[in-house]
């Protein structure tokens, strides 16, 4: 079958809806899982995972990360097939490109909480209090670390797909399951934290094998059938637990890290949205569709990272105003309440995406870059390892939040601030063609 790889196909309207669908179904189900509340004039935290367990079925319909990942690695797969020079420069800069791309808007809201954070410690709040809120607004960003990595290897995950296919997600998703065994069966968990690249990078692999006109109807259809059917097997015979995001005193998690499970679950979502595709987008051709879309992926970024922010400003104003109601937790009330939330924190995100989008060349810049004196291959290493420490530096901070034990976090920070320095180095005109003609 030949690839179509380097082509430039038609603008799938249908998997720009599906991406900004996946956040906003995310960020629905982040609002929706912060229950917050105030008690004898302190703040605190319910876990309805936890509190009411049938609820973790709930979340199968709103873990839909990998349909994001797959979106985007398709999108990737046309941008890289669009570059007419694949010389190791044009690969160098294609890369620092999409990243500070990303970077950028990152770096933004990271200092904006940052600063905030440090202004609430001079005023004097209680540091179990910004720990719980540093906490509350920095999870999300795990995402945005292993996007990195994604993005980085692209360049190789389309080489590798024109050489071996469909070849390529199996093997990293044989891998998955073989450290999932591994790390399951010995009681040594942290083996699974490389699952985090094994399972998003089968995803990414996913969307470019769909670029490249190697998932036809047929085996999406056959791969969605064959993982739904394995889902309710891998939950009643195998280790996993129903919830498919982190619930406290489960022994074994299917996001934090990735497990099969999850990537099962992602399989039945790619094949089905993926195969119905066509038909989606000959729909959303035709009137206002087009234009709302491309409005909401202009914004979906943005609301990624900011969609947490709304959650602190109205839990410190609401709550101990007593303008929200605090009924029984499973009531009926309770969720009238949580639809209530709900509305409250769609209002307040809508004005504050209102004023990103005025400044939005302010607070979504794109990472700058500056000529350095340096060989094209030094600055392709510097790249890399400042993508690397980006990421890591995400991960920390998702971890463990922007206040840490009450504290900022200086280590995370100043790795972040290391690795997007490293990034914005790029070879003088001279250096870079020079370093191209010896790699020639």
Sequence with gaps: MGDTTTSS????????????????????GHWLLSVMTYRNGEFGRDNPLVLMPWTQWITWGFQVVPVFFAVAGYASA???GKQADHSPAARREWIRRRVARTLGPTAVYAAVVTVVIAVLMLAGIEGSVLEMGGWAVAMHLWFLAVYLMVVALTPVAVAAHRRWGLAVPAVLACC?????????????????MLNYFFCWAAIYQLGIAWHGGRLRRRVLVTMAVVAAAALPLMVTWGPYPVAMIGVPGDRVENSAPPSAMLLALAMVQIGVLFAIAPAMNRLLARGVWPRVISIANDNVMALYLWHMLPVIVVTLVAYPAGVLPQPPLGSGAWWLARLEWEIVLAIVAAALLSLLSWQRRWVAPTLPTFPVAVPGIAAEALLYVGTAACALALSFLSANGFAPHGQLPVGAAALFVAGALLVTVRPRAREGIAATKGSQ
Excluded: T
């Design 9 to 28: 196909p038609p603008r799938q309207v249908a998997l720009d809806l599906y991406r900004s669908a996946a956040v906003m179904i995310v960020v629905i």
């Design 78 to 80: 046309v941008s890289w």
């Design 176 to 192: 998955l399951i073989l450290v999932d065994a591994i790390g399951i069966a010995s009681g040594h968990p942290g083996i699974r």
